[in-house]
């Protein structure tokens, strides 16, 4: 049941973090589309905000080791 649980924390880890990926970028292009003299400040954020979610998939990786640890 480790295992599962395991793969299922990288699996939901990573589907959440490409759809927050693709959110972030779809917004940031409408954005620049809309407005582009605000291309730099869009983009600075847009790279922020993809640092944050991308630390979704890699706590789930840590919790998948302690669920192997436990296994």
């Keep these: 049941m480790a295992f599962v649980a395991a793969?299922?924390?990288?699996?939901?880890?990573a589907l959440g973090a490409g759809i927050g990926n693709g959110?972030?970028?779809?917004k940031t292009i409408e954005g620049?589309?809309?407005?582009?003299?605000a291309k730099s400040t869009l983009q600075t954020t847009a790279f922020i905000?993809?640092?944050?979610?991308e630390a979704l998939p890699i706590i789930g990786v840590v919790l998948a080791f302690i669920f192997f640890g436990r296994a």
Excluded at 7 to 13: E, F, P, T
Excluded at 32 to 37: F, N, S
Excluded at 49 to 53: E, P, Q, R, S, Y
């Design 7 to 13: 793969a299922i924390a990288v699996g939901l880890g």
């Design 49 to 53: 905000g993809v640092g944050l979610v």
């Design 32 to 37: 620049i589309a809309r407005q582009p003299e």
């Design 23 to 26: 959110l972030i970028f779809s």
